[in-house]
């Protein structure tokens, strides 16, 4: 049996691969918080989970989640695994009232999206989706900025991400779009909750070029290609007339900043760039002279981890959601627009065409 402090939150995490040890480390640094459990069906990612904790848990270790999740030994889950297995991870713990943290995407398709929100519905758990983008204290900088009026009405988002390749995953999972939900769900559905963050308005339509033009190309697991885009240009129109802009690059290594975010707006202009972790705000009535740039670093972080302390902050709400009986900071339907919106990018591409989010959303397959 799992020793446990009586006034912790008991956390199970299936899925033990690279985020879920992202996730493990974060736990280890949040007061009130006790990892009890693991589970995943590859041993060496078990394996992996139980070095990276150097002792510090104590926790049991399940090879598959249904076990963990019947274990009695967690008040919460965390849920790691691949994308194309959430649906299913979910449905097993949404029949049960323990609170849980899914790894974004929450699914691969609107359809399964759809079936978990529905699932989900009278329980008293808490359901929180992990797009912790906007946790990054530079990025939360500019939501706030933005929320108190600097720019005005946004009237345009632009978001550019040019970083390094996919990392290796357990089976290569992540090479593939069937496994994923393509990049622009695995990837970027992060960035299109950011541009429904910024608006606060609900996307109409999606118009997205991409192609896969220099990752993965030479790489074969039995002896199937990858499929996965490794760049793309995203246009999104909101309901209120806001455009919103995602430029993707995955073999831009050479680049001084991995994420840049401008929001522009009648009023003036706030930008955020990481890791550089700096904000610039500037209003239109002073022109250049009045810009000011900020470093925004956030005292709370007790733990930085691989996604600039946003994973920490976001665990911090989830544990405080949990204790005061409050919901998600992060819903089901933010969840599920993200999704969408990769999804209806993708489909632009594939088809050459705009694409609604209403034809997405009313389609049970995509």
Same mark, same amino acid.
């Given at each position: ?144 900025? %933005? /929320?108190? =009026? #600097? ?9 550019? @991400?040019?970083? !390094? ?113 700096? %904000? /610039?705000? =500037? #209003? ?9 740039? @900020?470093?925004? !670093? ?69």
């Amino acid at each position: 049996m799992v020793g446990t402090r009586s006034d912790s939150i008991r956390y199970g995490i299936i899925g033990t691969g690279m985020m879920g040890v992202e996730h493990l480390w974060n736990l280890h640094h949040v007061a009130g918080a006790q990892v009890t459990a693991i589970a995943d069906p590859n041993g060496p990612s078990r394996d992996f989970a139980v070095a990276a904790d150097e002792g510090k848990s104590n926790f049991e270790v399940f090879t598959n989640h249904q076990d963990l999740i019947t274990s009695g030994l967690v008040d919460a889950v965390v849920i790691a695994t691949p994308n194309m297995t959430h649906q299913a991870v979910l449905n097993d713990v949404l029949a049960t009232d323990l609170h849980v943290l899914v790894e974004k995407p929450l699914c691969t398709t609107v359809g399964h999206c759809q079936e978990v929100i529905a699932a989900a519905r009278g329980r008293t758990g808490i359901v929180w989706v992990g797009l912790e983008y906007r946790y990054m204290p530079p990025i939360a900088r500019l939501l706030q900025e %933005v /929320r108190a =009026g #600097a720019v005005g009405r946004p009237a345009m988002v632009a978001i550019r @991400e040019h970083r !390094f390749p996919f990392l290796e995953k357990v089976g290569h999972w992540n090479r593939f779009n069937r496994n994923t939900g393509g990049t622009l769900v695995e990837k970027c559905c992060h960035f299109f909750d950011l541009m429904n963050q910024v608006t606060n308005d609900r996307p109409v339509r999606v118009l997205a070029s991409g192609a896969q033009d220099v990752n993965h190309l030479h790489e074969a697991y039995d002896g199937e290609v990858p499929d996965i885009l490794d760049n793309a240009f995203v246009i999104v129109d909101y309901e209120c007339g806001a455009r919103a802009l995602l430029d993707l690059c995955m073999f831009a290594e050479a680049s001084q900043h991995q994420e840049e975010v401008s929001v522009v707006g009648p009023l003036g202009k706030v930008e955020a760039f990481l890791p550089e972790a700096t %904000v /610039r705000i =500037g #209003a239109r009535a002073d022109g250049r002279r009045g810009i000011r740039t @900020e470093e925004i !670093f956030d005292s709370r972080v007790a733990y930085e981890g691989f996604h600039h302390g946003s994973s920490y902050l976001e665990h911090l709400d989830f544990l405080a959601a949990i204790q005061s009986g409050t919901g998600a900071g992060v819903g089901l339907e933010e969840g599920l627009w993200s999704v969408a919106m990769g999804v209806a990018a993708q489909r632009s591409i594939a088809e050459g065409r705009v694409v609604t989010l209403d034809e997405v959303l009313s389609d049970p397959s995509a």
